[in-house]
């Protein structure tokens, strides 16, 4: 029996500043069953304040509290361990890591990247190519290979992490999705994994890391799907939906 769903954002509930075809009635329907529901995202574009803002200007009815988000982790991750990172991240996401950067007269410990392209250019890279060889840790908010914009797919941070990784013979922490950890942490500590679905548009991160982690992993076919997706990971995802709605509507069928 299914309790709780975990539900990515960027892609299956939205792209952009653009719902989801039915997407917003799909979640009310949803939000009326027995069921816990969080919202869990790789989004590293913008802080958790400014993605809970534009759900609801969106018209989605979530709580920020349910939220769970890479950055989060990625903040609790340097403050657990007292890093004095140098952060490679958006503008509109260095609130959630205020106070936590390494001040310019000290020399920084962690290199840590998410989604920012305003980073992406050759004298910043250099600059944490260099913190990696004097031995800063290398730690990815996430490794996603691209995501769907209004305009189509972009480049997300995986090829940079990659290419970090290669030039300083290192090896990145992840701490988003796919991570298992980051899939567990996010249940109710009174729910197993057995008990939960993830769904979401990106096969490898979303559906695989989910199912590793020991949930059903429920694919839709928007956001960053493309044909075939299904068929690139072994075992296949739980089930396979057209988009978030067709997914809840089975979901409800199954709880009732």
Do not use: W
Request: aromatic share 6%; with cysteine.
């Amino acid at each position: 029996m299914i309790k709780e769903v975990l539900v990515d954002l960027s892609g299956t509930l939205h792209i952009d500043n653009q719902a989801i075809p039915g997407a917003i009635q799909a979640l009310k329907r949803l939000k009326q069953q027995d069921l816990t529901i969080k919202y869990v995202t790789n989004t590293t574009k913008e802080s958790k304040r400014m993605l809970h803002e534009r759900l609801t200007n969106l018209g989605f009815q979530v709580n920020k509290s349910d939220i769970i988000s890479s950055l989060g982790a990625c903040r609790n991750l340097i403050a657990s361990r007292s890093l004095k990172p140098m952060l490679m991240v958006a503008p509109e996401a260095m609130e959630d890591f205020q106070d936590l950067s390494c001040p310019p007269t000290e020399t920084p410990d962690a290199v840590v990247i998410g989604l920012a392209p305003t980073e992406f250019q050759y004298n910043r890279l250099n600059e944490a190519f260099r913190h990696l060889q004097n031995g800063a840790q290398l730690i990815a908010i996430h490794s996603g290979k691209y995501y769907k914009t209004n305009d189509g797919l972009s480049l997300g941070p995986g090829c940079f992490v990659k290419g970090l990784e290669y030039a300083a013979q290192c090896k990145a922490l992840l701490v988003g999705k796919p991570n298992k950890i980051f899939f567990q942490s996010a249940l109710t500590a009174s729910i197993s994994p057995s008990q939960a679905v993830m769904i979401g548009d990106d096969v490898t991160d979303d559906i695989k890391g989910a199912m590793d982690a020991g949930l059903q992993g429920y694919l839709v076919k928007t956001g960053k799907y493309r044909e075939g997706d299904e068929d690139k990971i072994s075992p296949s995802p739980t089930k396979v939906f057209e988009s978030f709605v067709e997914a809840v509507d089975d979901i409800i069928k199954e709880l009732n």
